[in-house]
C-alpha cells in the first residue's frame, strides 16, 4: 500500500484505517519521513506532528522490520518532540514497530505501528481461558513485554534469568522442555519464537496441576475407551478365533486337495511304470480301463482293449475258469487262474491272473484286476530244469566218485562211480551216515575234514589212502566243497573222490629213473675227469717231444714241418682235454667259486692285452669302454676272466681282417654290471642264439675249420649262471653278433669262499 511519491501519500490515509480496523491490538499506524515528521497516519491528530524518533528505538534499514522498546505512552503525540512525559499515566504503554523503506526518489520513509500491549493480554487471556496457565511474550533480548500473569510493573521486567534465555533455547523455533523451579515443583514451559518479529511467546503451567487437569478431562474418555477396547479386543479375539480355524480348515483343505493330486498323480506314474497289465471291468467282465503295459505286451493300443471281455484277449488255460473268473455269486476273495495270448512279437505269452470284485451296497458293481508276464520265469524254469538234468547227468556219468551229504551228514546224492568205487548201491546209503557203512577210520576222516570244511568255508583238498571194495587201499585226492543255502548258510558238502593211486606209482618210477640217470650223469663226469686227466700226462710228453724236434731239426724243413704238426694237433688235443675237465667240474661237486669282492675293471683289463697278438695277427683293433666308476661285484676272478677270455678269443676268431672289436662295461639301470662284446662276424642264426650255449654245439655260419670243441660257451654260462647272472647273445643289424653278460653288483669287503658249482 505504500506509494510511489510523496504526493500519493496522503491518500493513504483510508487505506491505514481500513488496516487497523483488522489488527485491534494496534492502536495507530503512520508514516514518517527522515526527520520525525507524520506525514500519513491513521489518527488524523498526529498528522504533522514532529517526533522524537531516538524515544521508538534503532532506526530500520530500507526494507528492515524492528521491535522498539517498550514506552510509556498512548500515540505518537505523547513522543513529539518537546512534549512533556513525566505527565503521562503509568501503565499505558505502547510498543514500537518500525519498517523502513524509500520512495521511488530515492527518500527514506519509515512507518511506525503502536502496538497496544494490554490488548495481547487480553487477546491471551481470552485464549487460555480458565486453563491455569502462564503466558508471557518478551523480546529476543528476554525484555518482558506482556503477561497474562498479574504482576506490579510486569513490563519492561528483564527475563534474561530465565532457562530460555540464560540456556539459549530461543536460538530454536520453538521447543518445550521441563524446568524445576526453585520453589521445588516442575513446570512445563513451550516457547515459539518468530522469525519475521523479534517477539518469544513463552507459556508456562505447573506440571502437578496440567496432569491433574488432563486426568479430569481425560477420565471420561478414558472409561469410555477402555470399554471400546475390551470390546474391540473381544470382538479381535473371536474374529482371530475364526480365521485361525478358518486358516486351519483352508490349509487342510489345500493340503488334502494337494494330497489328492500328488496322489493321483503318483498312481497314474505307478500305473504307467507297472510291468503288469492292470485292467478294470465291468460287473460281466469287458474292460473299462487297462494301464500303458497293455500295449507293450499286446501290441494294440489301450483304448483298443476298451469294450471287449478279458476272457476273449486273455484265454485260460482251464475251461472251468472262464465261468468262475467273473462269477457273481461269491463277493470275498482273490481269483487267480493262469492264461496265455499271442503277443505283439508273435510269441505264446503266459499270465498269471488276479481278479477282485468291488462291491457297491453289498453287490458286485465291477472288477479290478492284474495279469503277471510270466512267460520269461516259465521259460527260466523249463531251462533251470534242464540244467539240473544235464547236471544230474554229469554227475551221474562223471568217472570221479562223487556224494552229497546234507548239514547233518546224511549222504543224499551218489553217483554211478560212487557205487563202483565202494561197492554199494544207492539205495542202501542215501540217508546214512558215512559212519553207518564205512570203516571207522575212514568215517571218521570224513567227519574231521567237514568240520574243518564249516570252520574255514570254501573248500578243502588232501589226499588219503582208503579202502575200494574191489582193489584194497588206494591213493585218493578228497575234495570236499561247501554248499551254501538262499541265506548263505551250509546246506549241504560235495564229496569227490579222484584216484591218484596210478599218479603216485608215476612218481615213483620217474624218481627212481631220475636218481639212475643222476648216478649215471656222476659216473660220465667222474669218467672223463679220470680220463682227461690220464691223458695230460702223455699228450705233455708229447708236445714237449714236438717241440724238442722243431729245435734240433733246424736243418732239415721236412723234419720241422713234421714236428710242428705233431705239436698243433698236441695243443689242439690238450685244449680239447682242458675243456671236457671243466665241463667234468662244473657239473660234479668236486668244483668250487671263491668269491671276493673285486672290481672287474681290474680283472678285464689285463685279459685285453692278452688279446694284443691275436688281434695283430689278423689287423684287429680292439675299442674298449670301461666306465668311470668302479664295477664291484662279487666274482671268482680266474671263473671271470675265464668267460671273458672266451667270448673275446671268439669275436676275434670270427671277425674278418681290418675289423674293430668293442668291448664296453658299465652299470646297468638294475643295479647289474652289464659287459658287451660285439664283433663283425657271420653273425648267428636266430634259432641257434640259445643252442650255442649247449655243450658241444657250434654256429652253424662258424664250422669252417677253424677249430673249437662247442664248449667254450657252455662253461661261460654255467660260471655265469654259478655267480647269479646271465649271458645271451643277438645279432647286430649292421652285421656281427653281440655278447651281452649280466653281473650282480656287490658291495662289501674282500674275503674269499668256497661255492658249489652245482
Known amino acids: 500500500m505504500l506509494q510511489d511519491s510523496l504526493a500519493d501519500l496522503p491518500h493513504l490515509s483510508h487505506q491505514l484505517t481500513q488496516v487497523l480496523s483488522g489488527v485491534p491490538f494496534v492502536r495507530s499506524i503512520a508514516v514518517l519521513d527522515a526527520q520525525g515528521q507524520v506525514l500519513v497516519s491513521s489518527s488524523a491528530s498526529e498528522v504533522r506532528r ?14 528492515q522490520t524492528l521491535l522498539g522498546p517498550l514506552i510509556r505512552g498512548r500515540s ?89 534465555f540464560s540456556e539459549r533455547q530461543v536460538a530454536r523455533e520453538h521447543g518445550s522442555y521441563r524446568e524445576h523451579s526453585a520453589a521445588g515443583e516442575d513446570t512445563l514451559v513451550a516457547f515459539r519464537a518468530s522469525r519475521a518479529w523479534p517477539l518469544v511467546v513463552l507459556v508456562e503451567q505447573a506440571q502437578a496441576a496440567s496432569t491433574q487437569r488432563w486426568l479430569a478431562r481425560a477420565r471420561p474418555v478414558l472409561v469410555a475407551g477402555l470399554v471400546v477396547v475390551f470390546m474391540l479386543l473381544g470382538m479381535a479375539v473371536v474374529l482371530y478365533r475364526s480365521l485361525r480355524a478358518r486358516e486351519r480348515s483352508r490349509v487342510l483343505f489345500d493340503r488334502a486337495r494337494d494330497q489328492v493330486v500328488r496322489s493321483e498323480r503318483e498312481l497314474s506314474v505307478l500305473l504307467r511304470s507297472l510291468q503288469e497289465l492292470i485292467f478294470r471291468t465291468d460287473a460281466s467282465g469287458v474292460v473299462t480301463y487297462v494301464n500303458a503295459r497293455w500295449a507293450a505286451l499286446l501290441g494294440a493300443q489301450a483304448h483298443q482293449a476298451l469294450g471287449r471281455s478279458v476272457l476273449d484277449v486273455l484265454v485260460p488255460e482251464r475251461p472251468t475258469d472262464r465261468t468262475t473268473l467273473f462269477a457273481l455269486d461269491h463277493l470275498d476273495g482273490v481269483r487267480h487262474c493262469r492264461a496265455s495270448t499271442v503277443g505283439a512279437d508273435g510269441r505264446t505269452r503266459h499270465f498269471e491272473l488276479a481278479v477282485v470284485p468291488l462291491l457297491v451296497d453289498g453287490r458286485i458293481t465291477a472288477f479290478a484286476g492284474s495279469a503277471v508276464d510270466i512267460t520269461e520265469l516259465l521259460e527260466t524254469q523249463r531251462q533251470l530244469q534242464m540244467q539240473l538234468s544235464l547236471i544230474g547227468l554229469m554227475l551221474e556219468i562223471s568217472p570221479e566218485p562223487t556224494s552229497m551229504a546234507d548239514e547233518l551228514g546224511r549222504l543224499v546224492m551218489v553217483n554211478k562211480a560212487w557205487e563202483q568205487f565202494k561197492g554199494l548201491d544207492r539205495g542202501q546209503v542215501i540217508g546214512k551216515r558215512f559212519a553207518d557203512f564205512l570203516p571207522a577210520s575212514e568215517a571218521q576222516l570224513h567227519e574231521h575234514s567237514e568240520a574243518q570244511l564249516v570252520r574255514q568255508g570254501g573248500e578243502i583238498r588232501f589226499e588219503s589212502r582208503i579202502s575200494r571194495y574191489d582193489m584194497g587201499m588206494r591213493d585218493v585226492l578228497i575234495s570236499k566243497v561247501m554248499v551254501p543255502g538262499e541265506s548263505g548258510a551250509l546246506i549241504g558238502v560235495l564229496t569227490v573222490l579222484t584216484d591218484v593211486t596210478e599218479f603216485r606209482e608215476a612218481e615213483r618210477a620217474i624218481r627212481e629213473a631220475r636218481d639212475v640217470a643222476e648216478e649215471a650223469s656222476r659216473s660220465k663226469s667222474e669218467f672223463v675227469a679220470n680220463i682227461s686227466h690220464e691223458l695230460r700226462t702223455p699228450l705233455q710228453s708229447i708236445i714237449g717231444f714236438s717241440e724238442l724236434g722243431v729245435m734240433r731239426g733246424k736243418g732239415s724243413d721236412r723234419i720241422v714241418a713234421m714236428f710242428h704238426d705233431i705239436n698243433a694237433s698236441g695243443q689242439r688235443m690238450l685244449a680239447l682235454v682242458n675243456d671236457l675237465l671243466d665241463v667234468s667240474k662244473i657239473e660234479s661237486t668236486v668244483g668250487t667259486f671263491h668269491l671276493e669282492s673285486v672290481d672287474l675293471r681290474s680283472l678285464i683289463r689285463p685279459v685285453a692285452r692278452e688279446m694284443g697278438p691275436l688281434l695283430a695277427r689278423k689287423n684287429l683293433s680292439l675299442d674298449m669302454d670301461l666306465s668311470e666308476l668302479p664295477l664291484v661285484a662279487r666274482a671268482d676272478p680266474l671263473r671271470f676272466q675265464q668267460v671273458i677270455r672266451n667270448v673275446l678269443a671268439n669275436a676275434v676268431k670270427f671277425s674278418p681282417n681290418d675289423q674293430t672289436v668293442a668291448l664296453a662295461a658299465q652299470m646297468g639301470d638294475a643295479g647289474e654290471i652289464h659287459i658287451v662284446v660285439r664283433d663283425h662276424g657271420p653273425g648267428i642264426p636266430e634259432a641257434e642264439l640259445e643252442k650255442i650255449f649247449e655243450a658241444f654245439v657250434q654256429s652253424s655260419k662258424t664250422k669252417n675249420g677253424s677249430g673249437g670243441t662247442g664248449l667254450g660257451l657252455a662253461i661261460c654260462r654255467k660260471i655265469v649262471e654259478g655267480h647269479g647272472g646271465r649271458i645271451r647273445a643277438c645279432n647286430v643289424a649292421e652285421g656281427g653278433a653281440e655278447f651281452h653278460i649280466y653281473f650282480p653288483a656287490r658291495a662289501g669287503g674282500t674275503e674269499s669262499q668256497p661255492m658249489p658249482l652245482n
Not at 88 to 103: C, D, K, Q, T, V
Open 50 to 63: 514532529q517526533v522524537n524518533l531516538s524515544l521508538l528505538g534503532p532506526r530500520p534499514a530500507r526494507g
Open 76 to 164: 505518537l503525540i505523547d513522543f513529539e518532540v518537546g512534549a512533556s512525559r513525566a505527565e503521562l499515566r503509568s501503565g499505558i504503554n505502547s510498543l514500537p514497530m518500525l519498517y523502513g523503506f524509500a520512495l521511488a526518489g530515492g527518500q527514506p520513509m519509515l512507518v511506525v505501528a503502536l502496538v497496544n500491549p494490554d490488548a495481547l493480554v487480553n487477546f491471551q487471556r481470552q485464549v487460555i481461558g480458565d486453563n491455569p496457565l502462564s503466558v508471557l511474550v518478551a523480546s529476543y533480548t528476554g525484555l518482558l513485554l506482556t503477561s497474562t500473569v498479574d504482576m506490579i510493573d510486569a513490563p519492561g521486567l528483564s527475563l534474561a534469568q530465565h532457562s530460555l
